[in-house]
């Protein structure tokens, strides 16, 4: 049967993963352990990569993101996370008829329609009130289903977007040239829109970390590694399918976050 070109992708990239990164064998265990743990052959180009992007992060995004929660209301923030959010069930849906997941495809698409229409663009949530909890997938998860395994090859960190693996990296490159908002149309406003859906979605991000990252700085010895193993792990567990949902609280009903 002649593969799919996705196909091929996946076939490259687990290619790619082989080539730069030697699994040691069963009878080293805490080789095996320790290179799952860190899969970082990069690391000093990535270390000089995470203090520019720290740089940054203390002198823009955090000041951004504090300016974010301080002049918009939670209701407000919500909302527009919310809608963030809702705009990603459409690739959420085709990734996971991609991996085999017809079913919870079916669930993503009933999410997005619901909280299209009655939830005013996705500005409330109200899929969730029936059962239809947040899940969210991209092309990064779907190589890793295709390959077999959690392991995405070597870490990597990009510059501005922070962690990743050669996996990701592919799939990042997928998922941007799969936008419709990145082929729809031409003209200032077309771009105006999609400037300010980066943004939205870069400043609501980082709003939501603010106190996580703040931790992870302040009681890490070494908050590179600390940095890798959280998204490693994290990673791992949105593959498998074990993340919680994230669901966001628009309090139109005035009640707290569950």
């Known amino acids: 049967m002649r593969p799919t070109p996705l196909r091929l992708i996946a076939l490259l990239a687990a290619g790619l993963v082989a080539g ?5 064998p069963e009878s080293e265990p805490e080789a095996r352990a320790e290179y799952f743990e860190r899969n970082d052959p990069l690391e000093p180009l990535n270390r000089v990569t995470y203090t520019v992007n720290d740089a940054l992060d203390v ?7 504090e300016a974010y929660r301080l002049f918009l209301p939670q209701p ?8 963030i959010d809702n705009l990603l069930l459409p690739r959420t849906a085709a990734h996971q008829l991609l991996q085999g997941k017809p079913e919870m495809a079916g669930k993503a698409l009933a999410r997005f329609a619901v909280n299209s229409t009655v939830g005013l663009l996705g500005i409330f949530d109200f899929a969730s009130d029936i059962g239809l909890e947040p899940q969210f997938e991209d092309m990064g998860q779907t190589l890793a289903v295709w390959a077999g395994t959690t392991n995405g090859g070597p870490y990597i960190i990009l510059p501005v977007l922070g962690p990743s693996n050669l996996r990701d990296v592919v799939g990042r490159g997928v998922d941007y040239f799969a936008d419709p908002w990145n082929s729809i149309g031409q003209g200032d406003t077309v771009e ?8 939205a979605q870069v400043i609501d991000t980082r709003e939501q970390l603010i106190e996580p990252i703040d931790a992870l700085r302040r009681d890490s010895l070494d908050p590179y590694a600390a940095l890798r193993s959280v998204y490693q792990q994290q990673r791992a567990r ?3 399918d074990q993340s919680p949902p994230r669901r966001r609280f628009f309090d139109w009903r005035f009640r707290p976050p569950e």
């Open 20 to 24: 730069c990164a030697t699994l040691p």
């Open 76 to 83: 407000v923030r919500t909302g527009v996370a919310n809608v």
């Open 192 to 199: 105006a829109l999609r400037i300010s859906r980066t943004a």
């Open 59 to 65: 002198m823009l995004l955090r000041p951004a993101a």
């Open 238 to 240: 949105d593959i498998l």
